[in-house]
């Protein structure tokens, strides 16, 4: 084989708040639209379907793979700053945090690009949070920039 070896799909779980911050540093500048998104009610999953930016890949090839975030044990879900009715909306997340409440229960808050606060607050009753890469990446038509 020539040339750079593929970059291995992503495959990590979030167990403990320590755990979080790595898969927030995967899924930073990953790019989706609002209808990617669905919260399951019944199975207390909330999933996020997304085109993630491959930051660790090197080179100077941008680079995004489809990844799915799945958080589980999901008890309550409040979206602010975008709109519900709107499938389509481009959206671009920024980060993953994660607040610690009594144990194990915790809130990861999602954070997305734009105007004013947009994010996603979801409360749990624990930290299970799994990032999966569904294919290899492919090339990406530009790169983000951060000011």
Known sequence: MFGKPPLKPIRL?????DDVPPISALVQDAALRFGDM??????????VRMNRFCHEAPGRQPLRAP??????????????????????QP???????????????????????????RDIRIETECIDVLLLDLAAPHRAKSAPHHG
């Open 13 to 17: 779980m979030a167990e403990a708040v």
């Open 67 to 88: 990844s799915v975030l799945r958080i589980s044990g999901v008890d309550k879900v409040q979206i602010r700053g975008m709109d519900t009715k709107n499938g389509q």
């Open 91 to 117: 959206l671009s997340l920024l980060d993953v945090s994660v607040e610690a409440l009594e144990a194990p229960a915790a809130v990861l808050t999602l954070r997305f690009a734009g105007e004013g606060p």
């Open 38 to 47: 669905a919260y399951d009610r019944a199975g207390r999953h909330f999933t």
